[in-house]
């Protein structure tokens, strides 16, 4: 299969991180040399972020089979979304990542604090 960009991946291997901040880049690169309007390049740019949002959020939600709603799996959506949003960041796009991967970033607090949270609702009802 050809990604954007011209990377090839063999068989059934799933695009990494890199590959998709890769894919981000190359299209960042094409908008500039273009010069296409900001205004538009951030519109583009949120429509991608959404996308993102919404495919992990549906894997998430929508498949339990593969139980990615864990404590680890918590930290790696943490993790691997803070290199996108670290990425959106230096290309001046962090409004536009932080308003539309919200939701997908406070699924991954909430996976990797879960246990701490639900310790703490208890302990609220209890004083009550």
């Known amino acids: 299969m050809l990604l ?3 990377r090839r991946r ?8 890199s590959d998709i901040l890769y894919t981000l880049t190359s299209a960042m690169s094409l908008l500039r040399r273009c010069r296409v309007n900001a205004a ?6 949120s429509q991608l ?5 919404m495919w ?5 939600v929508l498949q ?12 790696r959506l943490r993790r691997r ?15 536009a990542a932080d308003c539309h991967l919200c939701r997908v970033v406070q699924v ?9 949270l639900r310790l703490e609702a208890e302990e609220f009802l209890r004083d009550l």
């Open 4 to 6: 954007l960009g011209g």
């Open 49 to 53: 972020f959404h996308y993102i949002n």
């Open 81 to 95: 979304l803070g290199r996108v949003e670290t990425w959106a960041k230096k290309q001046g796009l962090e409004l």
């Open 108 to 116: 991954g607090y909430l996976s990797s604090h879960g246990h701490f």
């Open 10 to 17: 063999h068989g059934n291997e799933k695009p990494t991180v």
């Open 40 to 45: 538009l390049t951030i519109q583009v740019f």
């Open 56 to 60: 992990i959020f549906n894997k998430l």
């Open 64 to 75: 339990p089979q593969y139980g990615l709603c864990t404590r680890d799996w918590g930290h």
